[in-house]
């Protein structure tokens, strides 16, 4: 048996609900689309068309610029920098960004175009470039683009243009240093005694390798003795003479020439020279005074050196011998006294020296 309350839903219309009176229920609202809005409806076609794939040139430009990429990676751990830098890598970095640019310009392209511009971007000639320069510059491996002539060259065990034979007449760093080092207290042994002159190490013995004048170095060293300087000030230009005139004494005996004044008008230096080394021409009003001398054709060199601060009105010298006394400890005024020597063989490397030699018989 139907139910009289549900057969007038199951029915014709006469058991359909009452129609709303006219105008809609009270307060009702009606939600409409804008007009003229896109139907947010698409049609398989234009899903489809949606979805496409990237197109070749997108592809083309991804792939190459990973391949260019990788190539100067590999070039940056073979240490070719000359190669990096070479017409054909900076061909097909063009190539590379002509087809980086042409995907970008294309819609299907543009994603991976844009991500082979990142990498190009990243790793290109002139970032993987100066990359590799300054690995090569810091290693010093520049022999993966030298001939086996320029390696050879390049251990050169002398220094060019100068004769083996001179190198080993020559006095070796040891009887240099113990020459330099008797001269250096007979001198301050004398001044101490005559001005009661006290003395300070501002620095150790310094020994440098030589080049060999073909980008390698030598077996050879520059040698520069132990800096001495007093711990009293010299202001007064009698006493400073004087000072001198003892230290030439000293190194005369020791078979070398008399000293030369770089400071003084007769070194032909230009007056405005002078000014700008030694704060002026005139040596009583001078903050500087450098006297050298040698035992040409030896090696030796000596230099004294007087810092004088009360000539100094500008305080520019005061400033740069604070910066000095802060690094070496040694008095901002006084007299420095120091050998210098290059181009010198030790005593143990004469023999290896001498072996070495025979396999350049041409230098």
């Known amino acids: ?18 129609v709303p009176p006219p105008g809609g229920y009270h307060g009702a609202r ?14 398989t076609a234009e899903v489809a068309k949606e979805k496409q794939p990237a197109n070749a040139i997108g592809w083309v430009a991804l792939v190459s610029a990973i391949l ?27 190539i590379v960004l002509g087809v980086v640019v042409g995907a970008m310009f294309t819609r299907r392209g543009r994603v991976l175009g844009a991500s082979a511009l990142v990498i190009t971007l990243l790793l290109n000639v002139a970032t993987v470039g100066a990359a590799s ?13 030298k001939t086996s002539e320029q390696k050879h060259e390049e251990a050169f065990p ?5 004769a083996s034979s001179t190198i080993l007449a020559q006095p070796s760093l040891e009887e240099v240093r113990a020459q330099s080092d008797a001269a250096l207290a007979e001198i301050r042994s004398r001044l ?26 030598s077996m050879l060293v520059q040698y520069i003795s132990v800096p001495w300087m007093t711990n009293e000030k010299i202001q007064d230009y009698e006493r400073k003479l004087d000072v001198m005139s003892v230290i030439e004494e000293v190194l005369v005996e020791y078979g070398m020439f008399g000293m030369y004044s770089f400071n003084d008008p007769s070194s032909s230096l230009d007056d405005g020279v002078l000014q700008d080394f030694y704060g002026s021409a005139d040596p009583r009003t001078q903050h500087t005074w450098e006297w ?3 035992n040409y054709p030896d090696p030796m060199r000596f230099y004294a050196v007087m810092y004088d601060l009360s000539n100094d009105p500008s305080g520019e010298l005061r400033t740069e011998r604070e910066a000095d006394g802060a690094k070496t400890g040694e008095p901002l005024e006084g007299l420095q006294i120091y050998f210098l020597a290059p181009q010198l063989l030790s005593e143990d490397d004469r023999a290896e020296f001498e072996e070495r030699m025979r396999e350049y018989p041409g230098f």
Do not use: C, H
């Open 192 to 217: 101490s005694d005559r001005y009661g002159y006290t003395w300070t190490e501002v620095g150790p013995e310094d020994l440098r390798p030589e080049r060999n004048g073909y980008s390698g170095e």
């Open 68 to 94: 260019f990429a990788l190539v100067l990676l590999g070039a940056l751990l073979a240490g070719g920098t000359e190669l990096l830098y070479g017409p054909t890598m900076l061909a097909l970095q063009l």
């Open 292 to 294: 050298y001398t040698d």
């Open 133 to 145: 320069a300054l690995q090569t510059s810091a290693s010093g491996s520049y022999g993966g683009q």
């Open 30 to 43: 009606r939600a409409t689309a804008p007009t003229g809005a896109p139907s947010p409806i698409l049609s």
């Open 1 to 18: 048996m139907v139910d009289p309350q549900r057969a007038r839903y199951i029915a014709g219309v006469e058991g359909a609900p009452p």
């Open 158 to 162: 002398g220094v060019k243009d100068t």
